[in-house]
């Protein structure tokens, strides 16, 4: 019958669509562990993430060193506890904004396989909502999302780029090897 030669070649295109969508999936995570090179993703990841913790530190020690409170006697300990604390929650805030950053733009660069301003715009747009929902309000974080987003897109357009093209290095050091 026509029709049961029809319904076989639909259900043979929706196979082969689901196996085509199943490897990209696949090659898309296989890039992503392979991004950097020599080193994974999740230790770019990590690597980003420190370092921005570390420089978040830095400049709330800074921030600290600057203001100027007055202490009273037998109050130390309590004014090294506020100042810790106040350090502690900048280097917080730079670690998970780095981190969100280069976990997103990873992300994105794996699963479209190229290395374009959209994905460093994505990246920022990750860190500029982790900035908006420090006010705990979802309309900030949006806000805060597109105006990173939007600016790190038209840096990208223009020619900035943020970091060496990671894709391009992996696959030129993958053919190289073959």
Known sequence: DHRDLHLCDRRQRQMCIRDRY???VRESFFRLSTMGGDESALEMVVKTTVGGAAIGGVIGSVEEAW???????RQQ???????????AQR???FGAV??????????????RARDDP?????????????????????????GT??????????AGVFGFQSAPNALESTS???????
């Open 145 to 154: 999302c597109v105006a990173f987003g939007g600016a790190m897109y038209i």
């Open 67 to 73: 203001t100027d409170r007055p202490v009273r006697h």
């Open 172 to 178: 030129t050091s993958h053919k190289a090897s073959h």
């Open 118 to 142: 959209f994905n460093h715009a994505l990246g920022a747009c990750a860190s500029g909502a982790m900035l908006g929902l420090r006010s705990g309000n979802p309309v900030s974080a949006a």
């Open 22 to 24: 199943q490897r990209r």
């Open 98 to 111: 780095s981190g969100a950053y280069q976990s997103v733009q990873l992300a994105s660069a794996a699963f």
């Open 91 to 93: 280097a917080l805030l």
């Open 77 to 87: 300990l309590a004014a090294f506890r506020s100042t810790a604390v106040a350090v």
